[in-house]
């Protein structure tokens, strides 16, 4: 197939990874990629965020399935212009895309489902959200309603602090205050085509800069999975993905069909283990970042072939995806700043060094190729490692980590430590 990924960060490569990885040769394109993309996908000079640009291209070039990475473009109406034109998408039209542009819609839809999740109130001024944070109590949890690239989510004891990011955000809309739901947190995705969903294996990503989760919400500094944890309350993984079938992305799907607006694409349920049962801190509507990096290396079936199926509406006939037992581990490489104030332009050395290191590749998240590699953002590279145990794929990872030469740049040292006991 010609496949066309939209994005330009880890997430897409690992996306273009795997698709590289099946024994059929596809031609794989990405707008606008980056420096690592480049080296596994012919990199295309195109707006991902323009739907007109992205379906001439699509038509023009022949492109038989269009994969968006991001959460812009699908807000932005690429899918559904592609749809329109005949051009197999997968990724959700704007309109079901709302389920993660929109907090408040995303708590409508969940509210009329009967999905499990926390109770929030909308607050479009500061009286409101003084009056929220005292209602619910610290901790306190405030959301900005619409995108903020994994950012707009604040969780503190401080009030003061709970205030001042309701501000920072309130002149771009109303912001959620929500009650703080205790437990760890899993993220789970599920294929869609619109009334049919297939799961994949669930992960779980650290959010906070800095080791045992301290310093600010990042968009996520890494990854593992599988989760052996989920047995000991569940029985197994199996049980556990199967209530999160039934009682949340199932509902949730149909709810949105019944909208009006059926959701084809990646469902990303953010979910929390609390004392009352599973129950859902947020949705996107897109592959999760940095999770896709550690689920996708395990995955055995045909990644093209379920993206595809879910495209066209004919997911009921393919299986439920099936994964190998290894173990994934990634780990975030930042620039110095990160994420307040990053520092780029910065050279990187020593990837070729890194990338020798068994069981490890490399996922560019932000990198250009300026006669030398440098760091274009705040999350820069992932170094993503496989092993038969969770001991193994960390060792690895670190191991290929310490390697990497970028001025500046700090990485966690904690991520998948809990499970790294065997």
């Not at 000079?45 to 492109?63: C, F, H, K, Q, R």
């Not at 009056?131 to 995108?147: C, H, I, T």
């Not at 209530?243 to 990646?266: H, Q, S, Y």
């Not at 910065?346 to 590699?373: F, K, M, N, W, Y």
Request: with cysteine; proline share 6%; charged share 20%.
């Amino acid at each position: 197939m010609k496949i066309l990924v939209l994005g330009s960060g880890a997430r897409e490569h690992a996306i273009i990874l795997a698709l590289r990885a099946e024994e059929a040769d596809h031609e794989l394109f990405a707008a606008p990629g980056n420096a690592g993309i480049a080296q596994d996908a012919t990199v295309v000079s195109l707006d991902a965020n323009d739907p007109a640009s992205v379906t001439s291209y699509a038509l023009e070039y022949g492109i038989d399935l269009v994969v968006v990475g991001p959460e812009a473009p699908l807000i932005a109406g690429v899918a559904d212009r592609l749809r329109e034109s005949g051009v197999p998408v997968f990724g959700p039209g704007k309109a079901a895309a709302a389920l993660e542009g929109s907090k408040a819609f995303a708590k409508r839809i969940m509210d009329a489902a009967g999905v499990p999740t926390g109770r929030a109130v909308r607050a479009g001024s500061v009286t409101e959200v003084t009056a929220a944070l005292d209602e619910f109590g610290a901790p306190y949890v405030v959301k900005a309603d619409g995108l903020a690239a994994g950012k707009g989510v604040i969780v503190t004891s401080d009030r003061d602090e709970a205030v001042a990011h309701a501000e920072a955000y309130l002149p771009s809309g109303p912001v959620l205050i929500e009650e703080f739901l205790a437990g760890p947190e899993v993220s789970l995705f599920f294929l869609a085509d619109g009334d049919t969903v297939r799961p994949l294996s669930p992960a779980q990503d650290f959010k906070r800069a800095g080791d045992g989760d301290e310093g600010p919400n990042t968009g996520g500094m890494g990854a593992y999975s599988p989760l052996p944890w989920l047995a000991e309350q569940f029985g197994s993984e199996a049980a556990f993905v199967d209530e999160v079938t039934e009682r949340i992305a199932l509902p949730v799907i149909r709810e949105l069909d019944r909208n009006g607006t059926p959701f084809i694409g990646l469902l990303y349920a953010g979910l929390i283990l609390t004392e009352d049962g599973i129950k859902v801190i947020e949705f996107n509507a897109r592959f999760g970042d940095p999770e896709t990096q550690v689920v996708l290396p395990r995955l055995v079936t045909p990644l093209s072939e379920l993206l595809l199926a879910a495209a066209v509406g004919t997911l009921e006939d393919e299986p439920c995806p099936e994964f190998s037992d290894a173990k994934a581990v990634t780990v975030v490489l930042a620039s110095e700043g990160y994420p307040t104030n990053p520092v780029t332009g910065r050279e990187i050395h020593g990837l070729a060094s890194a990338a020798e290191v068994p069981g490890v590749h490399i996922a560019h998240a932000a990198t250009s190729d300026q006669g030398a590699l440098v760091a274009t953002g705040g999350r820069v590279l992932n170094v993503v490692a496989t092993g038969d145990t969770f001991t193994a794929a960390r060792d690895a990872a670190y191991a290929a980590i310490e390697r990497i030469e970028l001025a500046g740049s700090h990485y966690r040292h904690d991520i998948a430590a809990r499970v790294a006991t065997d």
